[in-house]
Structure formats: structure tokens, C-alpha cells
């Protein structure tokens, strides 16, 4: 099967660190083509990045439906554009927040997730609410590192995992979860050092969608979810109409 993980902001470094996460976790018929839009900002921190990834975001998952893909990744812990990727797409698509959750709420009473900068920690919130997470969610924490110095900031790893161990404790919670798509890398060697479970949403994210393609499973379409109605799309949006 072919899955298509998008990472919707522009940085191509950051592609590559998930693209590693999510090749080493797929299976042997499975083949991940790691994507970046060609507009968009570098990162995603703000709800104004958010909305302004989505159009590249879409154009992925567009690219990914003439290639015929069988399953989506958006791998940005905001899901930005996640209703409307699923809208547009055949397979099943699937957020790393949304499957970080989800894995997290197996492994115990409780999980913490640890983002970026504290700015980010509301929409953390907003999706555990909106994916009925909201009781095994004990606590958000903000390593206040901006996501593209996780890469270039050697004390980086160090920090996160000081903040993920102080984070069990003061939440009483269970497992970790790792609130960006730039720490994938770390998921193993943080688990390792604080003794505890940590979920890398983008490893959970193409296992699930990895699982729903096997059961021969996709996004229900008859109604919320079907293609979108056709209509005009004007000025830099004009080819976004669907046909
Ligand atoms: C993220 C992420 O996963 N990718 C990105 O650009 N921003 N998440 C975050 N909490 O800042």
C-alpha cells in the first residue's frame, strides 16, 4: 500500500526526520512517500500558520489522489485541515494528535503531551476535547523551544526530556506524549531515559491508517464526508474548486 505523510509546513529537514519516523515503523508491503507543500509557512506555531497550511496541505493530498494513495498522514500536532483532507481524499486520513491520543489512552489512566512553544498548549487542549480525550489528558506542557530549533538546538533533547519527567509527576500521569512532529527522532531514546511510555504521534498515525487500509476501511462518504460540492475558487485559490 501506499501511504502519504504530510508534514504542512515547508521545512524540508523536518520532512526528512518524519520521514525516517514513518518508514521505520511501516510495514513490509507498505511503501511511505514523505511530502511537504511547495506554499505555506516554515512552521506551525500559531492558529494563523494553521489556517495558512492548509491550501499547501490540500494540494498534497491532491497529489496524492492522482497517485493513487490509499492512506494520509498529516503530521503536525495542530491536524490542521484534518475534516477537510478527509473530505478530499479516498483512504483514510489521520492526524498525529488525534492518533497519539488515542495510542496514550491504551497505555494507562492518563497521558501528558509536551509541545513547543507555550502559545500551542490551547489547541492541545481543544483536540483532546474534540477528540473525547479530555479525561485521560492530566496535563499540556511547553518545552518553549520553536519547532525549527528542535533540529539546530543541540540541548534541545535534553530540555524536552527534563520537561516530559517533571510532567509525569506533576500530572500523576501514565505515558508522554510528544506534542510535534520534530521530535519523533526522540521518542525512544526520551522513553528510555524517564522510564516511562512516550507516543510519537507520527509512528501511531501511519500504523493506524496502515491498520484501517489492511481492514479495507475509509472515511464514511455519504454525506459530512463526501467529495466537496464543485463551485468557483477565485485568485490564487482558483484551482482549489473541485471539479
Ligand atoms: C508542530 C508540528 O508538529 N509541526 C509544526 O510545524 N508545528 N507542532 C507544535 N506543537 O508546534
Known sequence: ML???????????????????????????????????????????SHYD????????????????AL???GYVIACFGDPGLQAAREAARGPVLGIAEAAMHAASFLGRGFSVVTTLPRTRGRAWDLAEHYGMRRFCLGVHACDIPVLELDSDPYAIKT??????AALRRDGSDAIVLGCAGMSAWCAQIGADIGAPVVDGVSAAVLAVQSLVTMGL????????AAPPPKRYSGPLRDFGMA
Open 3 to 45: 501511504l502519504t505523510v504530510v508534514n504542512p509546513n515547508t521545512s524540508w529537514e523536518m520532512t526528512t526526520v518524519i520521514s525516517s519516523a514513518a518508514t521505520a515503523v511501516a510495514g513490509p508491503g507498505t511503501t511511505i512517500r514523505a511530502v511537504s507543500p511547495a506554499m505555506g509557512p516554515a512552521s506551525i506555531e
Open 50 to 65: 494553521e489556517a495558512l497550511a492548509v491550501p499547501g496541505l490540500l494540494a498534497e493530498i491532491a497529489a496524492g489522489e
Open 68 to 70: 493513487g494513495s490509499d
Open 160 to 165: 524536552v526530556t527534563d520537561i516530559c519527567r
Open 218 to 225: 475509509r472515511t464514511g462518504d455519504r454525506e459530512e464526508f
